[in-house]
């Protein structure tokens, strides 16, 4: 067997690289366990349960300036025949659906205008604009997702039959339910693009009560968190609307 030979300058070079291969393996080590100290000696978002270190909303808040850029109003959700949607729809999350602030025979949608004005919408005005059906898969951040068929007016359809241009200048909506328990605050971006609707029918029939009746948001682009069951009002703003999910540590933008 031929004997590997190397000069003993050589030799000393590669015991030298070797020697620096180790000290740069521990450094590394050594840095990445003083990264994860100081992430978590980091103050958190917010001061409710849950709440993240600052410098990691920093990365959520850097994705969604990405994501929101990505995908504009115009990105489509895919969508799915009607006969492919769950004829019984998953019931999650009832917060907010509490009967104490809600009557059906008195509720009517209330629009905030920026002007401080409130447009109060009955379900038959709202029914009288264009009807159409999504039907999307349905993702909560839980883990599960569904197919699912819904009906309504689409948010920009409202917007341009009460005339809320302004508004829409606004960087945020806010959403909340008639008792306030529950609450979502989305980017106008997404809450003008062409699949989100305010829906009033599931599998064709009027939303069952812990779905949201009479009226939810359906937001394709998003994640569950954000389709609100039972709207009562509805506000614009520049500043982030309170989002309750966000509120306990979730991200604000959850987009798809
Ligand atoms: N008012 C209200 N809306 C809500 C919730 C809630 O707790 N209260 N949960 C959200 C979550 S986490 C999900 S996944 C969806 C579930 O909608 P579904 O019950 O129709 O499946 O509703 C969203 N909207
Ligand atoms: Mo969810």
Redesign the pocket.
Do not use: P, S
């Given at each position: 067997m031929k004997e590997l030979i190397v000069d003993e300058a050589t030799a000393k070079k590669f015991k030298r690289k070797s020697i620096l291969a180790f000290v740069v393996f521990f450094a590394m080590i050594g840095l990445a366990w003083a990264g994860w100290k100081w992430l978590g000696n980091q103050p958190l978002d917010n001061g409710i349960r849950g709440g993240i270190p600052k410098p990691l909303r920093k990365v959520l808040d850097i994705n969604e300036e990405v994501y929101s850029g990505l995908y504009s109003t115009k990105r489509l959700v895919k969508e799915y025949p009607k006969s492919a949607a769950a004829k019984k729809?998953?019931?999650?999350?009832?917060?907010?659906?509490g009967t104490d602030d809600f009557d059906p025979a008195t509720w009517k949608l209330q629009i905030v205008k920026t002007g401080g004005d409130t447009l109060f919408l009955t379900m038959e005005d709202i029914k009288k604009l264009p009807k159409i059906d999504v039907v999307h898969n349905?993702k909560?951040?839980?883990g599960w997702s569904?197919i699912?068929w819904w009906s309504g007016v689409r948010f920009s359809e409202l917007i341009k039959k009460y005339g809320l241009d302004k508004e829409t200048k606004m960087k945020y909506v806010g959403m909340n339910?008639p008792d306030e328990?529950?609450y979502?605050g989305i980017d106008m971006p997404s809450i003008l693009q062409p699949q989100t609707i305010l829906a009033y029918e599931?599998n064709g029939k009027p939303l069952p009560m812990?779905?949201?009746y009479p009226l939810?948001?359906i937001i394709p682009v998003k994640?569950?968190?954000?389709?609100?069951?039972?709207i009562g009002t509805i506000t614009f703003a520049n500043e982030r609307p309170p989002d309750?999910?966000a509120e306990r540590g979730y991200d604000y933008y959850t987009g798809l």
């Open positions: 729809a998953r019931v999650n999350g009832d917060v907010g659906l349905f909560c951040i839980e569904q699912t339910t328990e529950y979502v599931l812990n779905q949201g939810r948001l994640y569950g968190v954000k389709h609100l069951k039972r309750y999910w």
